[in-house]
C-alpha cells in the first residue's frame, strides 16, 4: 500500500460527501434558475434542463476538489507533515528489548524501537514509517528523535557504572551524513553519557552510497561507539565487508534461528559464522529466540553470544525494564519505612521486569 492510500483510506467517506455536496449546490442553483411567472408545462421543461447541467457540474467540482485534498493531504507533503507532527507531540515512542548473555542469562542491554500509534490509522509498523520517512527526506530527522528520546528513557541506567547498554538503529544514510557523528558525541556528552554505553546498529535496509565506509566507521569506532551490523545473512553485509570495515560486531538476522531447526542449510549457515565471529573477535548477537530449544542450541555452539527474543522479554516500555523497575522499587522502599512511596511500577508484559518486582515486593509485605 502506497504512502497516499494508507493516509488517506479513513478520508474517502468525506470525498463523497463533498462530491454529494457539489451536486447538491447544483441542483439547487439549477432549481432557482427557473424566472418566475413562466407557464408550469415549459418550467418542468425548463427546468430538467436547468438542473441536470449545474448538477453535473457541481459533481465535477466536488471530484476536482477532493483528488486537490488528496494530493495536498496525502501526498508525499501530507505525510511529512504528519511525521514532523508525530515526532513533535511524541507519538513517535521508544520501547525496549533485553538483550541477554547467553552464558549467564543476566540482562546486559536493551534495543531501542521506534513505536508510532496514529491518532485515526492506530499502530504503524516500524519498517512502513521508517520507510516513509526515507521517501519523505525526514529519515535523519527521525533517527535523532530516536537517539534524543531514548538517552532521555535511558540516562540514568547507562550513567551508572557497569557495562549496561543501548543499541539504536541507524541506517547508512545515518553514518554518510558528516553532522550525525557530531550530533551522536555532543548529545552523549550532553546526557552524561559515555559512548561506549551505545551500539549502533546499521540497518541493512538501504546499502551505502560510498564506496567505502571503512573511514565513516572508523570516526563512530575512535569516538568510543560500538558498531554493529543488522539483520546479517540478508541485506547488503557479506563477509568482505566485515574483514574490512572494522565493525564491532554483527546480529543474526531472525529468519536464520527460526529456520534452523527444521533446515540443514540454515544450521550450516548459523554454525559458520559463530566460528567466524569467533576467530575475527568481533561478538554476535542472535535475535529472534523464542524457545528454549532456540536457546539451547545457540547456547551450545555460541555461549559468548548475546541473545534477544521473546523468550527473554516483549519490548516494552522504560520504566518497565528491570534495570529501571528494580530502581524504582528500591526507591520506593527507600522513601518511607512500611509504607512504599508512589504506585508500584506495573510489568506489564516484559517478564524479567515481573520477576524483577516481585523480588523487591517481598519485603513490604513483611514490614507491614
Same mark, same amino acid.
Given at each position: ?262 533446515? @540443514?542449510? =540454515?544450521?550450516? /549457515? &548459523? #554454525?559458520?559464522?559463530? $566460528?567466524? %565471529?569467533?576467530?575475527?573477535?568481533? !561478538? ?8 528454549? @530449544?532456540? =536457546?539451547?542450541? /545457540? &547456547? #551450545?555452539?555460541?555461549? $559468548?553470544? %548475546?541473545?534477544?527474543?521473546?523468550? !527473554? ?56
Amino acid at each position: 500500500m502506497t504512502i497516499s492510500h494508507r493516509f488517506m483510506r479513513p478520508c474517502l467517506p468525506y470525498f463523497l460527501l463533498l462530491i454529494l455536496a457539489g451536486v447538491v449546490v447544483g441542483v439547487t442553483i439549477g432549481a432557482s434558475s427557473l424566472p418566475p411567472g413562466a407557464p408550469v408545462v415549459d418550467a418542468t421543461a425548463q427546468r430538467a434542463g436547468d438542473v441536470l447541467l449545474p448538477a453535473l457540474a457541481g459533481a465535477f467540482g466536488g471530484v476536482l476538489l477532493s483528488l486537490l485534498l488528496y494530493r495536498w493531504s496525502g501526498g508525499a507533503p501530507g505525510v511529512r507533515r504528519r511525521i514532523k507532527r508525530a515526532i513533535r507531540r511524541g507519538h513517535i515512542h521508544m520501547v525496549y528489548q533485553p538483550l541477554v548473555n547467553m552464558s549467564s542469562g543476566h540482562e546486559v542491554g536493551v534495543e531501542a524501537l521506534a513505536r508510532w500509534t496514529h491518532e485515526t490509522l492506530g499502530a504503524i509498523a516500524p519498517e512502513t514509517f521508517f520507510a516513509w520517512a526515507e521517501t519523505t527526506g525526514l529519515g535523519r530527522q527521525l533517527t535523532r528523535h530516536v537517539v534524543r528520546a531514548t538517552l532521555t528513557d535511558l540516562c540514568v541506567a547507562l550513567r551508572e557504572p557497569g557495562n549496561f547498554y543501548c543499541s539504536i538503529n541507524v541506517t547508512p544514510r545515518d553514518i554518510e551524513d558528516i553532522s550525525f557523528a557530531r550530533f551522536m558525541l555532543e548529545t552523549t556528552r550532553e546526557f552524561g553519557i559515555s559512548p561506549d554505553r551505545i551500539v549502533l546498529e546499521i540497518t541493512e535496509s538501504l546499502a551505502f552510497v560510498v564506496d567505502d565506509p571503512r573511514t565513516l566507521i572508523a570516526q563512530y569506532l575512535h569516538a568510543g561507539f560500538r558498531v554493529v551490523i543488522d539483520d546479517f545473512g540478508t541485506g547488503y553485509a557479506n563477509l568482505s565487508n566485515l574483514l574490512t570495515w572494522g565493525v564491532s560486531g554483527l546480529k543474526l538476522d531472525r529468519t536464520l534461528i527460526r529456520w534452523v531447526s527444521a533446515n @540443514e542449510w =540454515a544450521a550450516t /549457515v &548459523l #554454525e559458520s559464522v559463530f $566460528e567466524m %565471529t569467533r576467530r575475527m573477535n568481533i !561478538y554476535i548477537i542472535v535475535e529472534g529466540i523464542e524457545t528454549e @530449544e532456540q =536457546a539451547r542450541y /545457540v &547456547l #551450545e555452539r555460541a555461549p $559468548e553470544a %548475546t541473545g534477544q527474543g521473546w523468550l !527473554y522479554g516483549r519490548p516494552c516500555r522504560a520504566e518497565l525494564l528491570p534495570v529501571l523497575a528494580s530502581r524504582a522499587a528500591d526507591a520506593s522502599l527507600d522513601e518511607s519505612v512500611g509504607t512504599p512511596a508512589g504506585t508500584p511500577v506495573t510489568p506489564g508484559f516484559c517478564p524479567a521486569a515481573l520477576a524483577a518486582t516481585q523480588r523487591h515486593r517481598a519485603p513490604t509485605g513483611h514490614v507491614a
